[in-house]
């Protein structure tokens, strides 16, 4: 079995259709991001994306010590794994993607970014079949459950509105021998 990632934009059409499948609904991704397409044995069989952290969890907070006072330099460091949706069911592949996607992104996001990887968050609509077992086999730790509301954005410098959402299972994964970013330069900021 062959395994590899493919870096594509959000908007490939292979990317775009598989996603439209995904159990999360296709929103678009906010602020930085890496795309793959997961390829095996050179066929498309899914895809999975990396992009910034979420501004706040209170237990992935806890989890990385992010604090009021690190927060802003310290979250370009997290990645959030938006999405992964696997269209091929063989054991153990979820893992192996998983894994590889953790390898691949850091190195990607550094390149992009300028910014060394300390980790991930994801998050998991809990249901009867999808308890987060695929991260639980790759040693992400299952941390807590996010408090049921996010704020919506509306493109730049519109205000945001908190909404109501269904609870989510938070997993994150520490990156050995690395650690928060301590600065940051928006990579948009210098083009």
Known sequence: MDIKLEKCKRTDPKYQDIRNRHYVPNKGTFGQQ?????????SVVGIIS??????????????????????KYGL???INNTVFRLETHIPNLGTQVLSLFRKQIAVDWEEK????VHGFETFVVEEEYRKGSM??????????????STKTHKGMGNKSERVVTSQKLVFA???KNTKLSEI???TWRNK
């Open 135 to 148: 991260y639980k086999a790759d040693n992400w730790e299952y941390i807590g459950v996010t408090s049921g």
């Open 34 to 42: 890496v795309h793959y397409l997961v390829l095996l044995d050179s």
């Open 50 to 71: 990396g992009a910034s952290c979420v501004w706040s969890v209170k237990c992935r907070d806890e989890y990385f010590g992010i604090t009021k006072d690190n927060r």
């Open 173 to 175: 994964k520490k990156i």
């Open 113 to 116: 970014y300028g910014v060394v």
């Open 76 to 78: 370009p460091s997290i």
């Open 184 to 186: 940051y330069t928006p």
